[in-house]
């Protein structure tokens, strides 16, 4: 087991300055710190996925706040999640939160809770949303592919005297059904 210390910090504009965060991660004794300028609400933060990659169980990610760490809350749990699940302790010193103590752990729960309940809504709301369509007469899933068009597909793509786009020109199917029944039929 490793147990190298990481630091992380990130601003959000090129205008702010890392200066608080990294003194504040120096007098941790990190080993090493990854700093980013770069916007929270930006999906890719390189030195956050590098980070990642350099991770072994049992090393230390140290956060001035949660807020340099995750994009929104979602985010926020992924990353605690993903750090527990590959054995690795987190700590933000502003929320004096660490994994490893009970009241980390308890608050791993609540956070697991959260991401939870956010998942189960989001089901919810897709179900209901189905629902509602189908009560004003829409159908969901793929659009039903005639068995003529797919065969009349196969056979041209079978003669090699057209491309796929002609093929799915002509027949009006994608490339995937085309495939996808060509492999069934192979």
Do not use: W
């Amino acid at each position: 087991m490793s147990n190298y210390v990481y630091g992380y910090a990130r601003v959000s504009t090129q205008q702010q300055e890392l200066n608080r965060q990294i003194d504040l991660l120096k007098n941790e004794n990190c080993n090493e710190i990854l700093t980013e300028k770069i916007t929270g609400t930006k999906a890719s933060r390189p030195e956050l996925e590098r980070l990642k990659d350099k991770l072994r169980p049992g090393d230390t990610v140290i956060v001035e706040s949660f807020s340099r760490l995750g994009r929104s809350t979602k985010d926020l749990i992924d990353l605690v999640n993903y750090f527990e699940e590959n054995h690795v302790k987190l700590i933000s010193l502003k929320e004096n939160f660490d994994t490893l103590t009970p009241q980390g752990r308890l608050m791993m729960t609540v956070f697991q809770a959260f991401s939870q309940f956010e998942r189960d809504l989001i089901v919810e709301r897709t179900k209901e949303g189905l629902k509602s369509a189908r009560a004003r007469g829409k159908k969901g899933g793929r659009p039903r592919v005639s068995q003529s068009a797919i065969k009349k597909a196969i056979k041209l793509y079978n003669t090699k005297e057209y491309s796929i786009n002609e093929i799915t020109e002509m027949t009006g199917i994608s490339k995937a059904t085309l495939y996808r029944y060509n492999k069934r039929d192979t």
